[in-house]
């Protein structure tokens, strides 16, 4: 039973413009929320994230949304950058399990020059 | 201030060989994760270690496999008797007491021929 889905496998999007990506959970427990973005051969990077408390959070041109009551969240960045062509993964946490991340599979953003 | 450091990067094991992937944390970070990603897939979670203690094992595998973190040195995950789909990229992440994000290190990719 996977927890946290990432239903779209990739996404393609033109320089300069919005790359939305998404992702669902199922676990009510969960209350934190991160996006990590992964380069081929690397580990993943921290980008932003969110508590369960806030609906929204801003970091440049990165923002998350989060809705609780449909249990989605969403990464929006604007303007896309051909260096931002990479997987992004979303991931969850309890508020029951300090530290341990909960991750989807991930979906691989292309951003054309 | 170095980040997280995985050793090796790259391992070649023979079937029914030994494993070990050693781990060492970001400075003042006490708690460490190991992560197994399978080709084409997102990241599972295995084990949540800090010095000396294991709390929360919920993902490793019942057999074969075990992780330490000791007083002094690496983390180190042991996969023993090691079989054609252990092949994988882990992946260990640290983080500092009440963080949630991780950092993590490159990676190492077992294959096992």
């Known amino acids: 039973d996977q927890q946290v889905k990432q239903n779209s496998p990739s996404l393609s999007v033109q320089e300069g413009r919005i790359s939305i990506l998404n992702c669902d959970y199922t676990n009510s427990m969960f209350d934190y929320f991160l996006w990590y973005k992964k380069y081929p051969a690397e580990g993943p990077t921290f980008l932003i994230s969110i508590s369960s408390i806030k609906d929204k959070n801003e970091d440049g041109r990165f923002t998350v949304f989060l809705n609780k009551s449909a249990k989605h969240l969403s990464l929006h960045i604007v303007p896309s950058q051909p260096g931002d062509s990479a997987v992004y993964f979303c991931a969850a946490i309890p508020n029951t399990s300090a530290g341990k991340s909960t991750f989807g599979d991930g979906t691989t953003l292309t951003v054309k020059p | 201030n170095a980040g997280v450091m995985q050793n090796p990067r790259h391992l070649v094991r023979r079937r029914g060989q030994e494993a070990r992937l050693r781990c060492s944390p970001m400075?003042?970070?006490?708690?460490v994760y190991w992560y197994r990603q399978l080709p084409e897939e997102g990241l599972k979670f295995m084990v949540y270690?800090?010095?000396?203690?294991?709390?929360?094992e919920s993902g490793m595998p019942k057999e074969r496999f075990s992780a330490e973190f000791p007083k002094e040195g690496p983390s180190i995950l042991r996969i023993q008797q090691v079989v054609r789909g252990d092949s994988a990229a882990y992946f260990c992440a640290s983080s500092p007491v009440g963080n949630y994000g991780y950092t993590f290190g490159s990676g190492t990719r077992l294959t096992v021929v």
């Open positions: 270690l800090q010095k000396e203690n294991i709390i929360d």
């Open positions: 400075k003042g970070h006490s708690h």
